[in-house]
């Protein structure tokens, strides 16, 4: 229960609380360089009737949306009121479709309400030239994962190929975007797009983290971290 909301969380946590929390996140961090991330579970799936519960009430193009997702790839894996969320559903790393709507007038008005992540690896000197295709692009460096929202897997799909193309230079942002403009069009009419049926790249293997460099060695700070994991059982 927050104590002062005139005072945010982090002016309010505990100094021992603070500490504690480093020396977790330490040790997890060593055991992630170690021993990579755990696969995560996928054979939990939400029961369908009350996914159609979730979605009765949500806007038009939320609901068909989830529905789309769900004819193709069965129920989600998890649900809230506001997300249906899949994990490793075919070429995708994840899956989130969400009630509340985003205007989006590129390529053509529409609203976004599926977000669909890869992992991929986008290099430092390259994001602002992918934010030059189009903002619904979310470059995530250090989970080393690339997201695109939309309102159908085929646009997603096409934004993630113009994306893999301009980070391997083989188009620039504009001629992406041109290019985008053209598919879009055949995809929508149901006439052969390519780029908007399936990756035209082979997804990169294993994880795609950017974990940066430690910045950060005052002697103080780590031996108070070492002596709290130490306490902790974390050594």
Known sequence: MAKDLEKTAAEQAPGEARLELAAIAMAGN??????????????????????????????????????????????????TASYLIWFNNGQWKRTIAFRDEVPHDFPEPHTDVLQQFIDYHVPADKAGLVAQLEGSLVIDRT??????????????????????????????????????????????????????????????????????????????LMKAVTAKQKELGLN
């Open 30 to 79: 060593k055991k992630l360089h170690v021993n990579g991330r755990e696969e995560r579970e996928t054979t939990n799936f939400i029961d369908l009737d009350s996914v159609k519960g979730i979605i009765e009430e949500w806007p038009a193009t939320s609901k068909m949306a989830a529905e789309n997702t769900i004819n193709f790839y069965g129920p989600p894996n998890e649900a």
């Open 143 to 220: 989970k080393g994962e690339v997201s695109v929202h939309c309102d159908n897997e085929g646009a997603n799909t096409l934004s993630i190929n113009m994306m893999h193309d301009i980070v391997t230079g083989k188009r620039t942002p504009e001629e992406a975007r041109e290019f985008i403009k053209q598919e879009i069009v055949e995809y929508m009419m149901n006439r052969p797009a390519t780029y908007a049926e399936k990756f035209q790249f082979d997804l990169p293997q294993g994880e795609q983290w950017d974990v940066d460099v430690t910045i950060v060695n005052d002697e103080e």
